[in-house]
């Protein structure tokens, strides 16, 4: 009889998911690929210029950051900024609900408030301008969060996508509405008069605050409250949810008028405390940044200062390692910053699985570190014994 039994050769690796690793090994292989990658990002705008070196570089990226008063002063805002759109993430994604709307609900948050301001200013006193801004924008942006929500909740919609068409048509109605304001067809809104928010000390301060304020209190929603546990709850398993007797369509409804109603909020903050107006541009790309760094950040606000810290820090050092390398565009700090995610996602990869070869390539593995371990051993110093023997 033929033997016709195949003989099955076993994989040269497999990737296997780690059992644990300790917090400190964890930040050190972050800082290693952190520090690779700036090295990398050094070197090519090395080569690619004849107006800087390495050092040169690393002393612009923090010049960008903390080289004035007023750099310095943009760093904090704009972390902040893109904290509070992170914490807006995190308590969806803690859920698993995947909420890539970011941009789209930073706008209607800002359109709402710039609306009001446009048709409400000069109408009513400032003071209450503002207190219906601020209600408008909330509403704005938990009401674009919540539609997919309740999509998902009644009929499991795939919430990535619809979240993510959302982003267009809030771009759309913010270039509507200015047309319609826009007699001219210039497509800018100039300043409005009314309804800007007030300064704290600086017209800084006010946006730094609320993402400090936001952070605290997400933090403590997560760690301490029943709602906090209801959708950690429900992100580790809906059918143990439900078999609890929790109500998940309603935590998911819940959780997402939070997030919203956050993102509406950096939006009347990008609108109404800073400029008093609006663009289809005013979120930059905020919503999609901060899902890296909710990413990065395991879902974990405090994590997450440190994700959004280094982020912020890398953008804006490029943005003065452009011009003092004599770049003429932003093809070479893209690169860059592209390189340090990659690293850092490459990290994150590696920190959560392991690579495991097949017993024949261990086996040969360990013969050529033995290889090298003998080459490079020390030699180990004679004792009295030995010298005398010699």
């Known amino acids: 009889m033929t033997n016709n039994t195949k003989t099955v050769r076993e994989p040269l690796l497999h990737i296997v998911k780690r059992d644990n690793i300790t917090l400190g090994k964890k ?123 309740i999509c998902k909740a009644l009929w499991n919609t795939n919430e990535s996508l619809f979240t993510l068409m959302l982003n267009y048509i809030a771009a759309g109605l913010v270039n509507l509405f200015i047309a319609i304001w826009v007699k001219g067809g210039s497509g800018i809104l100039n300043p409005l008069a009314n309804g800007k928010l007030p300064e704290l000390g600086n017209k800084y301060l006010l946006i730094i605050l609320f993402g400090i304020l936001i952070t605290t209190i997400i933090t403590i929603y997560l760690k301490y409250s029943k709602h906090g546990y209801e959708l950690s709850v429900v992100g580790d398993s809906q059918n143990t ?83 003092n390398f004599g770049m003429l565009d932003d093809t070479i700090s893209n690169l860059v910053i592209g390189i340090v995610y990659f690293f850092i996602i490459a990290c994150a990869f590696f920190i959560q699985y392991k690579i495991v070869f097949n017993p024949q390539v261990t086996a040969k593995l360990n013969k050529i570190k033995a290889f090298f371990a003998n080459i490079f051993k020390k030699k180990k110093p004679l004792n009295e014994n030995e010298k005398e023997g010699e």
């Open 27 to 149: 930040i050190a292989i972050y800082a290693i690929a952190i520090v690779a990658s700036l090295l990398l990002g050094a070197i090519i705008c090395s080569l690619v210029s004849t107006r800087g070196d390495v050092i040169k570089f690393f002393s612009s990226l923090f010049e960008g950051c903390f080289g004035t008063t007023r750099l310095f002063w943009l760093f904090l805002q704009e972390f902040a900024i893109l904290l509070a759109v992170s914490m807006a993430l995190i308590v969806s994604f803690k859920m698993k609900f995947w909420n890539l709307g970011g941009n789209g609900q930073i706008l209607m948050g800002g359109l709402a408030a710039i609306a009001c301001s446009y048709y409400l200013g000069g109408k009513v006193d400032d003071t209450l301008l503002i207190v219906i801004e601020v209600f408008a924008s909330i509403l704005a942006g938990a009401i674009w969060a919540v539609i997919p929500a």
């Open 241 to 323: 949810a439900k078999y609890i007797g929790i109500n998940v369509k309603k935590v998911i409804i819940r959780t997402l008028i939070l997030s919203g109603a956050i993102c509406g909020l950096v939006g009347l903050l990008l609108t109404s405390g800073t400029s008093n107006s609006i663009s289809a541009d005013t979120a930059a790309n905020r919503g999609f940044t901060a899902i890296m760094t909710t990413w990065l950040a395991n879902c974990n606000p405090l994590f997450a200062i440190a994700t959004c810290g280094l982020v912020v820090f890398v953008t804006k050092g490029m943005q003065k390692v452009r011009p």
